[in-house]
């Protein structure tokens, strides 16, 4: 069974930084796609980002031009800088991985930004 343990998140003010870590219990370059969705409260969970084997990325509306997503497979990491914060981006982040169209969830981190 896959584990994905997420780290990083905090409480920062609004327009500061933040990145996100996912370690993955085996080789990341395995799974399709790995990406990073947050959850607010009382809120649906949305996908926030995403990046396929390829390398290809894609990012919610929301976030483009202020989040990146990047993994580095010598580590079995998976990374989300978060730049520009706003309060609205406050919620838990959560990494989820896809292999043959099955999905594993890390047990999240949690980003506060103060406004």
């Known amino acids: 069974q896959v584990q994905l343990v997420e780290s990083g998140g905090g409480l920062v003010q609004a327009g500061g930084s933040l990145r996100l870590s996912c370690i993955v219990s085996?080789?990341?370059?395995?799974?399709?796609?790995l990406s990073w969705y947050r959850q607010a409260p009382g809120k649906q969970r949305e996908l926030v980002a995403t990046i396929t084997v390829g390398g290809t990325m894609n990012y919610a509306d929301s976030v483009k031009g202020r989040f990146t997503i990047s993994r580095d497979d010598a580590k079995n990491t998976l990374y989300l800088q978060m730049n520009s914060l706003k309060p609205e981006d406050t919620a838990a982040y959560y990494c989820?991985?896809?292999?043959?169209?099955?999905?594993?969830w890390g047990q999240g981190t949690q980003v506060t930004v103060s406004s």
């Open positions: 989820n991985a896809v292999a043959y169209n099955i999905g594993s």
């Open positions: 085996r080789y990341i370059f395995s799974f399709d796609r």
